[in-house]
Structure formats: structure tokens, C-alpha cells
């Protein structure tokens, strides 16, 4: 069975500060793993993923991930916060590349402050 | 051109009531989904359909059917509404082997 958990419901940066969404999953199979971005009132949208090949992952939007099999961690990360990126992020695992067993953490809502 | 919508966008509605949630893709993906956020923005997945195989969670209440006229369509279903049933629907899709869901912009029910 696959669980995510997001340290931290709700994360403030300053813009131009660093952006640290942590995400830590536990997995009985090799994961692959996802960023989600909510912005209000609209849909999921990808930011990125990991499914097994490079540990570093780009992403849209200047975001990136690495995954760290020994933490079992896929933080995010984005070197300087831009008010654009309030919004709801999601971490997700899936035991297989096709995404019929998604499971999502709870979220957690950046707020960018000026 | 919209991936995937729904429709209505927003929906109020008596408690007992009937009510019907529509999804279409226009992406050509084989697999559908539909997924429950709660009003503190956690997800679950309800359904995850196929022209195969209906896959049900088991924590849903068999209130809540989905229907699919074809590929492109997967409709939810809600008998008997309750005010716990107030969320946001997300519906999604992915590709056959694929590993990304697009998902639509959501339907807000409320049940009063």
C-alpha cells in the first residue's frame, strides 16, 4: 500500500525567498511520484514527476524534485518564490507508471508575501 | 480547447435529492477517474474506469455510480444526497500506460 505525507499544511516564503514543499512517502514497490499545483478555484495541474530515471527532476515553472530513496523524501523545491506561485500543492504516489492507484497527500498551501 | 470539463460548475441542491455530475475528455485517453476534495482540500479517489473494468474504492457509498455512455464520457451518478456529500468533484484522465492525470476544473455541490 502507498501513503504521502506533506509536513506542513500551510508554508509562507517571502517572494524571492526559497521554496521547500516536503513530501515523504512509504511504498511496497518502487514508487513514482508526483507534484500536483491547485490554483484557486481550478483543477490539478502536473508541475512534475518521477518515474524511476534521473533522481533530479525539472518540472514547469522553475520547480524542481529530487527523489531520495534512502529518506523516502520528494521535497520540492523553487529557488526564488514568485507571488504566481501561491497556490495548493499536492504530492502523489502510484505504484506503477499508469495512474490508477494515485494516492495523494493532504496538501499544502504556499503563500507568497510581498 | 478544454482537456477535460465538467459540467455544472456549480451545483446546490436539497438534501434527498437526485443529482448528476457529467465529465468528458476530448484527449482520447482510455482511463477516467473521479476524485472527492473534502473542504479541507484532501483528495480521494472514488472511481477509475475503463472500457475494461470498473474500479471502486471500497470507502464510497454505493449512493454514487458512475456511468459511462463511451470512452470519451464518464458521468457521476449521486443518489439520496447528503450533507456530507458537499466537495468538490474533480474528474481526470491518462492515456493507456501513461502516467500524468489531466484533470477537470471541478464541480462545488452543496447540499443544504
Known amino acids: 500500500a502507498q501513503s504521502v505525507t506533506q509536513l506542513g499544511s500551510h508554508v509562507s516564503v517571502s517572494e524571492g525567498a526559497l521554496v521547500l514543499l516536503r513530501c515523504n512517502y512509504s511504498?511496497?514497490?518502487?514508487?513514482?511520484l508526483f507534484w500536483y499545483v491547485q490554483y484557486p478555484n481550478q483543477g490539478l495541474q502536473l508541475l512534475l514527476k518521477?518515474?524511476?530515471?534521473?533522481?533530479l527532476v525539472k518540472g514547469i515553472n522553475g520547480f524542481e524534485a529530487e527523489f531520495k530513496k534512502s529518506e523516502t523524501s520528494f521535497h520540492l523545491t523553487k529557488p526564488s518564490a514568485h507571488m504566481s506561485d501561491a497556490a495548493e500543492y499536492f504530492c502523489?504516489?502510484?505504484?506503477?507508471?499508469?495512474?490508477?492507484?494515485?494516492?495523494f497527500g493532504p496538501g499544502t498551501r504556499l503563500s507568497v508575501l510581498p | 480547447d478544454t482537456a477535460v470539463s465538467q459540467t455544472p460548475k456549480y451545483l446546490v441542491t436539497q438534501m434527498g435529492n437526485d443529482k448528476s455530475i457529467k465529465c468528458e475528455q476530448n484527449?482520447?485517453?482510455?482511463?477516467m477517474y473521479w476524485y472527492k476534495q473534502d473542504s479541507k482540500k484532501f483528495l480521494k479517489i472514488m472511481f477509475s474506469?475503463?472500457?475494461?473494468?470498473?474500479?471502486i474504492n471500497e470507502t464510497v457509498p454505493n449512493r454514487f455510480s458512475p456511468k459511462s455512455p463511451d470512452k470519451a464520457h464518464l458521468n457521476l451518478h449521486i443518489n439520496s444526497l447528503e450533507l456530507g456529500d458537499s466537495a468538490v468533484y474533480f474528474c481526470?484522465?491518462?492515456?493507456?500506460?501513461?502516467?500524468?492525470?489531466?484533470f477537470g476544473p471541478g464541480t462545488r455541490l452543496t447540499v443544504l
Open positions: 481526470a484522465s491518462t492515456p493507456e500506460g501513461g502516467d500524468t492525470q489531466y
Open positions: 474506469y475503463n472500457n475494461k473494468e470498473l474500479i
Open positions: 511504498s511496497s514497490v518502487p514508487p513514482y
Open positions: 502523489a504516489v502510484s505504484p506503477a507508471p499508469y495512474g490508477q492507484n494515485f494516492v
Open positions: 518521477y518515474t524511476s530515471a534521473a533522481t
Open positions: 484527449l482520447g485517453h482510455d482511463t
